[in-house]
């Protein structure tokens, strides 16, 4: 009787979970085969697959309709999102190991001063952000992106570190300075191997959050040359004619397959860094 209890529910489990997960991935289904539909059967249709399918969505799509294409947004955007990624993780492991690894005057102050700015909205920061960003002439580069994860101001990745080097035993640290090792060799050969799955969600966050975001680079960012695909894809909506929705689908398809193909390449260990707090000892 309790077998069979566990399996009914069992099953009510992955019936409730496939429920949710067929509800949460429809909304792409649907933007993919919206891809390869005309604009009335997007707007008249009712069926999910379209009644022939076209790639000219795809093909006039990834042309847009001004001087640059989506090979051009293609690239600034790795160009933004790569180095913000990089230099955020660099940062956020330096400040994380200070915190976590060193004892110094303060360090409780600080490290809460730094938990605070968790709790301030973000759009309280937009206009002083803006009028520092105006006065160190940063508008319209990629500066403002690039500069703050080069300063560790993401405070969730750096409190994310430090909890999962907490659990790793101080005992690997006097291993090391017995055998000669600095606390910089301490880091780079120790306990960045240990951190692997912990930067590696790092990475994952980090990549889809700025990827994603259209406030901050609409905000800093005024040339189209420089433009992201977040951007991109809104100029796609042109108000003064009718927005063709095939080539938006399509566009929009496209730009989430990076995502995509990170996501369950490094799936394992992004488990692995939000499921583990490090070794226990």
């Known amino acids: 009787m309790r077998r069979r209890g566990s399996r009914a529910g069992s099953w009510i489990s992955f019936l409730i979970i496939l429920a949710v997960g067929i509800c949460m991935i429809y909304p792409l289904v649907w933007m993919f085969f919206a891809s390869f539909k005309t604009n009335n059967e997007i ?40 180095p913000t990624v990089a230099f955020t993780v660099i940062s ?69 570190e430090v909890q999962f080097l907490r659990g790793i035993p101080r005992d690997l640290d006097e291993a090391a300075r017995i055998d000669g090792c600095g606390s910089f060799q ?16 790092v990475c994952i966050f980090q990549t889809i959050w700025t990827w994603n975001d259209f406030m901050n680079p609409l905000i800093y960012i005024n040339s189209v040359s420089k433009y992201p695909l977040a951007l991109a894809l809104r100029m796609g909506l042109d108000v003064a004619a009718a927005a063709n929705w095939n080539e938006i689908m399509a566009m929009a398809s496209v730009s989430i397959v990076p995502l995509v193909i990170m996501f369950f390449c490094l799936q394992k260990y992004f488990v692995e860094g939000i499921a583990t707090s490090g070794l226990k000892g």
């Not at 399918?53 to 790795?78: C, E, L, M, P």
């Open 43 to 82: 707007n008249l249709g009712t069926g999910l697959l379209p009644a022939q399918y076209d790639v000219s969505g795809f093909i006039k799509g990834w042309r847009s309709t001004g001087q640059y294409t989506y090979t051009d947004y293609f690239a600034n955007t790795f160009l933004l999102v790569i």
């Open 92 to 160: 956020s492991t330096l400040v994380s190991y200070g915190f976590a690894r060193f004892a110094f005057r303060g360090s409780r102050l600080l490290f809460g001063i730094m938990l605070s700015t968790l709790m301030v909205p973000n759009a309280v920061l937009i206009i002083p952000r803006y009028l520092l960003f105006r006065d160190l002439n940063w508008l319209n580069t990629y500066l403002p992106f690039w500069m703050p994860a080069v300063l560790g101001c993401y405070p969730f990745f750096i409190y994310q």
């Open 186 to 201: 301490i880091l780079i050969r120790i306990l960045m191997p240990i951190l692997k799955p912990s930067l590696i969600s």
